[in-house]
């Protein structure tokens, strides 16, 4: 089953917004993707484009407020208009384009005319910045009035419906099917996404597009098709200890040794005690790659070392001989004990920036 999601739809519906604020329209390259979701499987899938962006502008102040976890960053900006375009009660995304912060991404809730309150501390933040709306299942995935167009495959129960699993930033996961009976406040007897383990009906989920999404498919395959923006730039995304899932965003082009992960995750001289990259092969496996420090006969990077294989986490399976496509969603296996989130930042092909 195959579904066509356009998100220029949510631009269009945005568009008397946009308008009203006579903002400046951004035109950046546009495509789509497929990915594949195989029946019985867990399938890991990640928005490798994106919604329109919105405003696009410069940053000329940030101030901090509270202590964590509830601490919180506002960025006050020329020219925002946030008032006028973002739509209300939707989630939004805010993207750092300037160092030291370039590629740093945030979703928020909150704003102002000329001011975005951002989760957490956020220090250095300065320069350009761009905003855009997080996507919701209903507009990712679609609501599958018939299986004949149906990405995700709902029913009476979660028991034997699709389920999409959205991980909650802590190294946990939260999951969502669709329920063809729904309760109020949903209308009756219509679909809407559901909460699978408290059974609380929940639209509008937002989707945040460094986050990569598990696809829990029962007997029926499936293909998801997205179209958007073309992300240009590099992204940060934080990880923590346990199974942190990725969502990688250029769409092509970008490899395990052009990632530039291996300067930021934790490397080795053994698989033991070194951080584990999961790429999907198809059939609910994953090749698994770390950094070995020690190997200095080729650097695959910009920093020493070799990428190696290991077949359950400790044991070296040999040496990254042909580099490795990413695909749209990989697991981070971070095995630090501290509990200190880790920045890590995927940089985008070389030949994006003459996009």
């Known amino acids: 089953m195959k579904r ?160 999409v699993w959205i991980p909650n930033g802590v190294g946990g996961w939260t999951k969502y099917y669709i329920r063809t009976n729904s309760p109020l406040p949903g209308p009756s007897n219509s679909r809407q996404y559901t909460n699978a383990t408290t059974n609380v009906y929940s639209p509008n989920v937002p989707l945040v597009y460094t986050d990569g999404i598990l696809i829990e498919k029962k007997g029926t395959a499936g293909t998801l098709v997205i179209s958007g923006e073309v992300k240009t730039t590099g992204s940060n995304t934080t990880i923590v200890q346990g199974y942190n899932p990725i969502g990688i965003t250029p769409p092509v082009g970008l490899t395990l040794f052009t990632s530039g992960m291996m300067g930021d995750i934790a490397g080795g001289l053994s698989a033991t005690n070194s951080d584990i990259v999961w790429v999907p092969i198809g059939g609910g496996l994953y090749t698994k790659y770390w950094h070995k420090t020690n190997d200095l006969t080729a650097p695959q990077g910009a920093v020493p070392g070799r990428w190696h294989t290991t077949s359950n986490g400790t044991l070296d399976t040999g040496i990254v001989s042909v580099d490795v496509a990413m695909t749209p969603g990989i697991y981070i296996q971070r095995k630090s004990a501290t509990g200190t989130p880790k920045l890590v930042t995927f940089d985008v092909p070389t030949g994006y920036s003459s996009l």
Request: glycine share 10%; net charge negative; charged share 10%.
């Open 4 to 163: 066509f999601i356009p998100y220029s739809l949510i631009a269009a519906a945005l568009a008397c917004g946009l308008a009203s604020a006579q903002t400046t329209a951004y035109t950046t390259p546009v495509g789509y993707t497929s990915q594949s979701m195989e029946a019985n499987k867990y399938n890991l899938l990640g928005l490798n484009v994106l919604t329109p962006t919105l405003v696009q502008g410069t940053i000329t102040s940030v101030a901090f407020a509270g202590t964590a976890p509830n601490d919180t960053t506002v960025v006050t900006v020329t020219g925002g208009n946030f008032t006028s375009v973002l739509p209300a009660s939707r989630t939004c995304i805010f993207e750092s384009l300037s160092a030291p912060q370039a590629g740093t991404v945030q979703d928020f809730v909150t704003w102002t005319d000329t001011t975005l309150t951002l989760p957490g501390t956020l220090t250095g933040l300065t320069g350009s910045y761009r905003v855009r709306v997080a996507p919701t299942l209903e507009e990712v995935f679609g609501l599958g009035t018939a299986v004949a167009d149906s990405v995700i495959i709902g029913g009476l129960s979660a028991t034997n419906s699709d389920k």
